[in-house]
């Protein structure tokens, strides 16, 4: 089994499965003398990447292509209706900007929330016990399914303590509001934004902290000058990765959002009467459209998907261009 | 120590042609000896130190990590108007003797140091850390300037810890003097803003020694500041290490004893954390008192 990847140009693969590639001449290592399990894993790696990317590019080409067909541009300011056929039910234009809405809001939450554990993590780490406590804590809600955060933030929401988030009705606290599901949400966004920015604060070589401690300066001053704008690519990465969790999210959403199709906004003044009321999102919107929700109509899910989609490789683009301008910046030899 | 060298030292090839020895050129403008033992540095090229004032005591000072001594008991005087040189091979406590005299050794928890460090006849225990860090400043290993314009690196020392309140405009003279000691300004003046990290490897580490600089402080600590660069920049660096003396105390910890030997006025040898010999750099290298610092100079172990 020959793959064109690591062949030498001077001995050409007699036969065997083909896999193109990109490969240049005077490629690095010939797998013409390796033994043949290690042939065979080669092969299946190939095989499973290229399968992979397969399968992204179907979902996107058909998201793309439904997408485009079903997509109207009034749907994103029409908002959803009761109604009998495809031309009475609106769009989702409540669903969009509810999706904005518990994207910044949960935001708010995880991203500070997130850098700050993780300078403390790697900066601070003292107690180390509670260091460790802190570590296994973040892992283990990263591990948590959020249909279980879901119910967890229930409990919290329906307290009469935190009826000032949600509608209440003769002392029965509702608890379900943009300010329930975004707290529960900024969660599930949290242990991927203090993964990413520990490693960007992990990747920062010692000598370069000494170096700031050297000239007088203290903890402090150079985590929040040199410290913090040396990851930000990471703290970028961090923030874009949660952001999609957060506007992928459904679990959350149904339960503690509401399965309404549309902002209910409660008492109060503007933007706190639709915060505290129940609505929805893009996710809860496809899921309710598909054919096994309760709208069933498919088309406009696919619209909503697509939209959904645009947001998410938008999303990966801006870390892309992060990056990139952080490559202009340069970086410590080691 | 009268362990033979490591045979990689002696390694022969049966067939090779007996090696061609080649007489070091001779410089006849030096007064100063060439140094015996073995010992083959380039000459110096540094006159005598026009003054000298003591600006640092060590004082019997011992750190150790955990439980393993690093330096024991090692006194010096560390002077304005010379440079003074830390040798021995790797491991000897030289750094650590360096980093404890801006109190870095602090930021590792298991080090404790035992005996006094003066600093213009104050313990520097009793200087808040940060003052005493602007006063003794240090440049490192590997060049590593702030992810941030050249300008912006400098007015970082010089602004209030965190703050960014000071105007670009009323720190450019600072700015400017301090790279121009570093001899970088004449390089740099075109391209402040342009980012540190895209300087070369000598431009970065003068960069470094500008910022070093910049807090005006007293005494200088270079921890082999040239052995990630190319012998071009380190010798730039060399003139500026020597140039720097009179405005501050120089303290520079090599590997390369040639380098000690080119700019070092004093040289302290240090061997297993103990300080075996501290002498001027011609003595030390010329006429060694200690048995095993004439066999470090002359290359048997190290």
Not at chain 1, 90 to 97: E, H, K, L, T
Not at chain 1, 126 to 152: C, K, N, Q, Y
Not at chain 2, 176 to 193: C, P, Y
Not at chain 2, 226 to 246: G, M, N, Y
Request: aromatic content about 6%; glycine content about 8%; overall charge neutral.
């Amino acid at each position: 089994m020959e793959s064109s990847l690591a062949t030498p140009p001077a001995a050409p693969p007699p036969g065997g499965p083909q896999i193109p590639s990109n490969a240049t001449k005077g490629a690095v290592e010939g797998s013409a003398t390796w033994r043949l399990s290690d042939r065979i894993g080669l092969a299946i790696c190939w095989a499973l990447g290229l399968l992979f990317c397969a399968i992204a590019v179907a979902i996107a080409v058909y998201l793309f292509i439904q997408g485009i067909k079903y997509l109207k541009p009034s749907m994103l300011v029409t908002p959803a209706a009761a109604g009998f056929s495809e031309g009475e039910t609106g769009g989702f234009s409540d669903a969009f900007v509810g999706t904005l809405i518990v994207g910044v809001m949960g935001m708010a939450i995880a991203l500070p929330a997130g850098i700050a554990i993780a300078v403390w993590l790697v900066e601070y780490g003292r107690p180390a016990a509670l260091a460790r406590v802190t570590e296994s804590t973040i892992e283990a809600i990263a591990g948590i399914p959020s249909i279980v955060l879901a119910l967890f933030g229930t409990v919290i929401f329906s307290n009469t303590a935190l009826a000032f988030l949600s509608r209440s009705n003769e002392g029965v606290v509702f608890g379900r509001s943009f300010f329930a599901a975004s707290a529960m949400l900024s969660l599930v966004a949290l242990p991927l934004i203090v993964a990413s920015v520990r490693e960007g604060l992990h990747s920062i070589p010692r000598h370069v902290r000494e170096a700031s401690y050297a000239v007088g300066k203290t903890k402090a001053a150079t985590t929040r000058r040199i410290l913090l704008p040396a990851s930000r690519p990471q703290v970028a990465t961090g923030a874009m990765l949660g952001l999609g969790r957060i506007i992928g999210d459904t679990a959350i959403i149904v339960v503690l959002l509401g399965a309404t199709q549309n902002f209910a906004p409660v008492g109060g003044n503007f933007p706190f009467n639709y915060l505290r009321g129940a609505g929805t999102t893009l996710t809860n919107f496809v899921y309710e459209a598909s054919p096994t929700g309760n709208l069933n109509q498919p088309q406009k899910a696919y619209a909503a998907a697509f939209v959904l989609l645009l947001m998410v490789l938008a999303l990966n683009g801006a870390v892309d261009i992060i990056h990139r301008r952080a490559r202009k910046v340069g970086t410590w030899s080691s | 120590m009268t362990t033979p060298p490591p045979p990689i030292r002696r390694l022969e090839l049966a067939d090779a042609p007996p090696a061609q020895v080649v007489e070091a050129p001779v410089h006849s403008d030096s007064s100063l000896p060439a140094a015996p033992g073995g010992f083959t540095g380039a000459r110096r090229s540094i006159g005598a130190p026009q003054f000298s004032i003591r600006r640092m005591e060590i004082d019997d000072v011992s750190v150790s990590y955990a439980n393993r001594d690093a330096v024991k008991g090692v006194s010096l005087p560390v002077r304005q108007g010379e440079v003074l040189s830390l040798i021995g091979p790797s491991g000897c406590g030289k750094t650590t003797l360096l980093r404890s005299l801006n109190r870095l050794t602090e930021l590792t928890s298991t080090a404790t140091l035992t005996g006094r460090i003066l600093l213009d006849d104050v313990d520097i225990r009793l200087i808040e850390p940060t003052l005493l860090r602007r006063r003794v400043t240090m440049v490192f290993q590997q060049p590593n300037p702030f992810p941030m314009s050249v300008f912006d690196n400098i007015a970082y020392v010089l602004r209030e810890q965190g703050s960014r309140r000071q105007r670009k405009k009323a720190l450019e003279p600072a700015v400017h003097s301090a790279l121009d000691r570093a001899g970088l300004f004449e390089e740099v003046k075109d391209n402040l803003d342009h980012p540190a990290l895209k300087l070369s490897g000598g431009q970065q580490q003068r960069l470094c020694i500008a910022r070093a600089l910049a807090a005006e402080p007293e005494v200088l600590l270079l921890d082999e500041p040239c052995s990630a660069l190319d012998p071009q920049s380190t010798q730039v660096i060399e003139d500026l290490i020597v140039k720097l003396r009179d405005d501050v105390a120089v303290v520079i910890v090599t590997h390369n004893l040639q380098q000690a030997y080119r700019i070092a006025d004093h040289v302290a040898f240090m061997y297993l954390g103990d300080l075996v010999e501290y002498n001027s750099a011609t003595a030390l290298f010329g006429s060694p008192r200690e048995q095993r610092t004439q066999e470090y100079v002359s290359g048997a172990f190290g």
